[in-house]
T-cell receptor, first 115, second 111 residues
Framework: AQKITQTQPGMFVQEKEAVTLDCTYD???????LFWYKQPSSGEMIFLIYQGSYDQQNATEGRYSLNFQKARKSANLVISASQLGDSAMYFC????????????WGAGTKLIIKP | EAQVTQNPRYLITVTGKKLTVTCSQN?????MSWYRQDPGLGLRQIYYSMNVEVTDKGDVPEGYKVSRKEKRNFPLILESPSPNQTSLYFC??????????FGSGTQLSVL
């Protein structure tokens, strides 16, 4: 079974609109962490945001926020006021508590921002 | 500047010619890992290392070798590359419970 599922292979969004990228996860471990990375067309992997399973508040980093719904096992990335430079692949990943290092990756969502 | 340095950025080679992709990090990270990225398949882990002289297979280790003789270096070796190893490769490192830092990637083409 997939441990990390990103159901949207691709999305088109109008510039300046908010975007929600979906990520659902599957784990029985009570301790885990969720990561989002961005990969622009240049290829590098850029860390965006992190949410720990015990964190009380949803994580935010500038225009990025994580809509963490533990009961639904979802960790959606929200980008407010999208910009052309947000066009990229976005990957969700999970680290389970039994591993201090290993990440499990989703297949990614390709986001295209339209001017 | 904290970084993972991966070389070369681009590499074209022929079937069977041994090659090495180098990876070095300057953050004293215990953990290092190699991934390959193919369209529609996301990131797949090839090998990883928890510390010096400790390496383990990831999801797709066949056709690859690694070594971890020093903490900072984690080279990826293709003894006899084949066309199905044409891919984008990433090296990454982290310390315990921290985010992964990635190298800039190596686009490999095996003809």
């Amino acid at each position: 079974a997939q441990k990390i599922t990103q159901t949207q292979p691709g999305m088109f969004v109008q510039e300046k609109e908010a975007v929600t990228l979906d990520c659902t996860y599957d784990t029985s471990d009570p301790s885990y962490g969720l990561f989002w990375y961005k990969q622009p067309s240049s290829g590098e992997m850029i860390f965006l945001i992190y949410q720990g399973s015990y964190d009380q508040q949803n994580a935010t980093e500038g225009r990025y926020s994580l809509n963490f719904q533990k009961a639904r096992k979802s960790a959606n990335l929200v980008i407010s006021a999208s910009q052309l430079g947000d066009s990229a692949m976005y990957f969700c990943a999970m680290r389970e508590g039994g591993s201090n290092y290993q990440l499990i990756w989703g297949a990614g969502t390709k986001l295209i921002i339209k001017p | 500047e904290a970084q993972v340095t991966q070389n070369p950025r681009y590499l074209i080679t022929v079937t069977g010619k041994k090659l090495t992709v180098t990876c070095s990090q300057n953050m004293n990270h215990e953990y290092m890992s190699w991934y390959r990225q193919d369209p529609g398949l996301g990131l797949r882990q090839i090998y990883y290392s928890m510390n010096v002289e400790v390496t383990d297979k990831g999801d797709v280790p066949e056709g690859y070798k690694v070594s971890r003789k020093e903490k900072r270096n984690f080279p990826l070796i293709l003894e006899s590359p084949s066309p199905n190893q044409t891919s984008l490769y990433f090296c990454a490192s982290s310390s315990q419970n921290e985010k992964l830092f990635f190298g800039s990637g190596t686009q490999l083409s095996v003809l």
